[in-house]
């Protein structure tokens, strides 16, 4: 089945440094890719996308690349700040519409006063 | 504007019973989801539905039923709980098209415990 792989699981930064997060994709039908944030006992929160017709997209502290052919996309977090720590979920639109998304298995951030 | 809620918020159950988790959004969204979350896993699709009346399988359908009789309900059932589907489950919603419309929300989750 399609599959979403994320690395690394856990990250650990000190404030200000710069923090990446990767992702491999399978289904080479995949258009849509959200990243999501996840604090403790809440709900995931969209924080930027990137749709395959776009390489690059930022705002603010954060980016995303996506390179098609290789069939992989980053996140970026510049200037990390303690707030910034959670879990981050990358995900792939499925085959087939309805925007349903694979996810990747997560990766906890920490980010260190 | 309440956005996607989830009922109930924790639950314990005995093997064996069933249950009904509630999801109800008022943003007129066409399209609802059900997916489980466990340690390590990520988030995975249960059962999806793409309009009123219409339900359909995702990566784990198996132990669950679900039903949109409603547009802005979406119910997820285990008829006969197994300690397997011990997870957080999170319902979500979205619309048809691009932009700001495929963007899933995502209610604020259950805590299920199967013991």
């Known amino acids: 089945g399609e599959n979403v792989e994320q690395h690394p699981s856990t990250l650990s930064v000190q404030e200000g440094d710069s923090a990446v997060i990767k992702c491999t994709y399978s289904?080479?039908?995949?258009?849509?890719f959200p990243w999501y944030k996840q604090e403790l006992g809440k709900r995931p929160q969209l924080i930027i996308d990137i749709r395959s017709n776009v390489g690059e997209k930022k705002d603010q502290r954060i980016a995303v690349t996506l390179n098609k052919t290789a069939k992989h996309f980053s996140l970026h977090i510049t200037e990390t700040q303690p707030e910034d720590s959670a879990v981050y979920f990358c995900a792939a639109s499925l085959s087939g519409g309805y925007n349903k998304l694979i996810f990747g298995a997560g990766t906890r951030l920490a980010v260190h006063p | 504007n309440a956005g996607v809620t989830q009922t109930p918020k924790f639950r314990v159950l005995k093997t064996g019973q069933s249950m009904t988790l509630l999801c109800a959004q008022d943003m007129n969204h066409e399209y609802m989801y059900w997916y489980r979350q466990d340690p390590g896993m990520g988030l995975r699709l249960i059962h999806y539905s793409v309009g009123e009346g219409t339900t359909a399988k995702g990566e784990v359908p198996d132990g669950y039923n679900v039903s949109r009789l409603k547009k802005q309900n979406f119910l997820l059932g285990l008829e006969s709980a197994a300690p397997s589907q011990t997870s957080v489950y999170f319902c979500?919603?979205?619309?048809?098209?691009?932009?700001?419309?495929?963007?899933?929300?995502f209610g604020s989750g259950t805590q299920l415990s199967v013991l």
């Open positions: 979500a919603s979205s619309s048809p098209g691009t932009g700001e419309l495929e963007k899933l929300f």
């Open positions: 289904d080479s039908a995949s258009n849509y």
